[in-house]
């Protein structure tokens, strides 16, 4: 069976183990417990007709201190990059970090999921980053890891540019 | 190696082995698990199967053989089993040694701190996304008062235009009153506008030698509106301008004036009129109404207490009917007598609790004694201030005084 890993990738609370936790377990808690290093876990899913296993690599996230360690990243196939719609700083680490995993791992596929749409009154995004992120050929998904809203979708859609 | 006795050496081996709980793996170059060993079960490794793919059994190795380098290492990794284990990686020939060491107790205290400071950091990114959002909100209420204070300014500016015109309007409508006249007989008056312009307005004029003319009228509502209908009628009595109409006949100039003064043609006013004809010769007044108060005739010198009459007449008031009839009334007036012709702003008199001045207490005062002195007129405005509680009457004060 094909396997591929991905990694969860984000500023620290943007909610990536909530996502993960959704997608794989379908639950959600609005208690929010840091993560410290990485949680791996997996779910397979089908593409076209063929079977295919994530391995999901929760990362701890990225910080004023600590930047993401790249070696978490090594033999990725795909990654996500996790915002925050309430937190606007959350947007420029995900834009950090993709040009940094770009550098070290290479282009490989990934998503940007503009996370907690259900708060989307508090969202504090500039719309102009996000259409000048769209130009540049960014695949973005609206989820909330809360009401699941898109996060399905999300993994399905990389997990299919993975594939191909 | 360390430079210590074997015996020491392998003493650390087994504290490491003890408070560690090691597990190792050996995977080789083609990613088939060769052997596993150690605590594994601490870890939740179980079921492993030697010459089986490696990756599949365990997913945290998927991408990561070959070693970009070697050693190397995973920190802080959860485990199916819940525990968290720092994972080793060491290429030996053309195979690969996993080795896992227990880290939960340093990750768990690691967690705590880094949750209390993620805690803090989120709540001063709330505080400052807060105080930037009550600056914006400070300056957005500071634009707001600036715009507000200009606009009251203009406001003001209006306000005190609107109130200059209306002080102008007034002091015309002042102009066009006649003077008192003291000669054969006379005539005397006070008027008092309310805050607001008001429709009341008044004259009197010899027609002839022997016939004089004595009008008040009351046109509805106030305002600049009601003060110009009040002018121009009473221009029209002043200067005879109703055409085929003897001004000497009461009925015929209110017939006349109701038939020029329509309310449709004048912005929805009408007013109320008393209108009388005063012969010197026989002392004969005649006069008509249209829907105005009666005028209250009263008996005797001022100085002594004097009967009242009041000097009804019917008919409706100008403005309101195409067609309407007035009845001319007459009385001779017998000297010494003053007549007191006024607008139902001198006696319509709220009291400080709300209720109505009665017509009679009004009365009592028109008949009482005046002593020496004493304006007639000054007193009556006296009385009705006194009766409102305030110097500031809701209508107008317009009182003639025709003394004989």
């Known amino acids: ?164 | 190696m360390l430079d210590l006795p074997a015996r020491i050496s392998e003493w650390l081996l087994l504290l490491v082995k003890s408070q560690r709980a090691v597990a190792h793996l050996l995977v080789d170059g083609e990613q088939m698990l060769v052997k596993a060993g150690g605590d594994l079960e601490h870890y939740g490794l179980t079921d492993l199967r030697p010459r089986q793919g490696a990756c599949e059994q365990l997913p945290f190795l998927e991408g990561l053989l070959p070693l970009p380098e070697s050693p190397f290492l995973l920190r802080s990794m959860g485990m199916p089993s819940g525990r968290v284990a720092d994972v080793h990686f060491f290429d030996e020939d053309d195979a690969t040694w996993v080795v896992l060491l227990d880290v939960t107790s340093e990750h768990d205290d690691a967690q705590k701190i880094q949750q209390k400071a993620y805690d803090m950091t989120l709540l001063s990114q709330r505080e400052a996304r807060l105080i930037a959002k009550l600056e914006a909100a400070h300056q957005a209420l500071t634009l707001a008062h600036h715009e507000l204070a200009a606009s009251r300014e203009a406001l003001q500016l209006t306000h005190n235009r609107l109130q200059d015109e209306l002080r102008d309007a007034e002091r015309y409508v002042r102009a066009i009153l006649p003077a008192p006249i003291a000669e054969p007989f006379a005539v005397d008056w006070l008027f008092v506008p309310s805050t607001e312009l008001g429709g009341d307005s008044f004259g009197y004029h010899w027609i002839d030698p022997e016939h004089f003319a004595l009008y008040l009228l009351d046109v509805c509502g106030h305002g600049v509106g009601a003060a110009l209908l009040s002018v121009a009628a009473i221009n029209t009595l002043r200067s005879s301008a109703l055409l085929h109409t003897d001004f000497r006949q009461p009925d015929e100039v209110l017939a006349a004036l109701n038939l020029a003064y329509q309310m449709e043609q004048h912005n929805d006013l009408y007013f109320t009129i008393w209108y009388g004809v005063y012969h010197r010769p026989t002392g004969r007044l005649r006069y008509a109404s249209a829907g105005h108060p009666p005028p209250i005739l009263v008996s005797g010198p001022s100085r002594a207490r004097g009967d009242a009459y009041p000097l009804q007449a019917k008919g409706p008031p100008v403005g309101m009917l195409p067609i309407a009839r007035y009845r001319c009334e007459e009385r001779v007036l017998y000297s010494p007598a003053r007549l007191f012709l006024f607008s139902d702003g001198v006696y319509e008199i709220h009291r400080p609790d709300g209720s109505m001045l009665e017509e009679s207490a009004f009365e009592e005062v028109l008949t009482r004694a005046v002593p020496g002195g004493k304006s007639e007129l000054e007193e009556l405005l006296h009385f009705a201030r006194a009766a409102h509680g305030s110097e500031v009457l809701e209508d107008d004060f317009s009182i003639v005084k025709m003394t004989i």
């Open chain 1, 1 to 164: 069976m094909l396997q591929k890993k991905v990694c969860v990738l984000g500023a620290f609370g943007v909610g990536k183990t909530s996502l993960v936790r959704r997608y794989v377990q379908s639950i959600f808690s609005d208690a929010y417990l840091t993560t410290v290093g990485v949680k791996v876990d997996k779910k397979t899913l089908t593409v076209g007709t063929e079977p295919v296993t994530l391995v999901l690599w929760d990362v701890a996230g990225e910080d004023d201190v600590n930047a993401i360690r790249m070696t978490y990243v090594r033999g990725a196939a795909g990654y996500f990059l996790v915002v925050d719609g309430t937190r606007a700083e959350t947007l420029e680490v995900a834009r950090r970090i993709q040009e940094r995993v770009t550098k070290e791992i290479g282009p490989i596929p990934f998503m940007l999921l503009l996370n907690k749409a259900d708060l989307q009154e508090n969202w504090e995004l500039p719309t102009q980053s996000i259409e000048a992120l769209e130009r540049a050929g960014w695949a973005i998904f609206r989820t909330s890891a809360k009401t699941g809203d898109s996060v399905e979708e999300a993994f399905q859609e990389l997990a299919k540019r993975m594939v191909a």
